[in-house]
């Protein structure tokens, strides 16, 4: 069955940075949606990044970014590695969160919604605490 899974989470001081790691086995992040969640202490899951491929694959995405997250997340993919980032600078304390990472192979222009429900797999999650 497929399975995601996150690594890279941590904690860090407010400022600094972490690059969230996501693997796959039975899925390929070569075409679909893909996208990067958080669920803060006490609060509803949140869209934070997602990224579509059609399903020409090639290098050529689109990316989409909550406005919590524009200008300070990068969400990318390595298709060789099969393997999905986020990229996190300029952390804040009201970054602190479990961060999970889905994907759904159908994609389409409803990626840009980063919407927890139109996604298929999810991996287990990766905590990110920032301290201040």
């Known amino acids: 069955q497929v399975q995601l899974m996150e690594s890279g989470g941590g904690s860090v001081q407010a400022g600094g940075s972490l690059r969230l790691s996501c693997t796959a086995s039975l899925y390929t992040f070569r075409s679909g949606c893909m996208a990067w969640f958080r669920q803060p202490p006490g609060k509803e899951r949140e869209g934070v990044a997602a990224?579509?491929?059609?399903?020409?694959?090639?290098?050529?995405?689109?990316?989409y970014y909550a406005d919590s997250a524009m200008g300070r997340f990068t969400i990318s993919r390595d298709i060789a590695e099969n393997t999905m980032y986020l990229q996190m600078n300029r952390l804040k304390p009201e970054d602190t969160a479990m961060y999970y990472c889905?994907?759904?192979?159908?994609?389409?222009?409803?990626?840009?919604?980063?919407?927890?429900?139109?996604?298929?797999?999810w991996g287990q999650g990766t905590q990110v605490t920032v301290s201040s």
């Open positions: 990224l579509y491929t059609g399903y020409t694959g090639g290098a050529g995405s689109s990316t």
């Open positions: 889905a994907a759904d192979p159908a994609g389409g222009s409803w990626c840009r919604h980063i919407d927890r429900a139109d996604y298929t797999y």
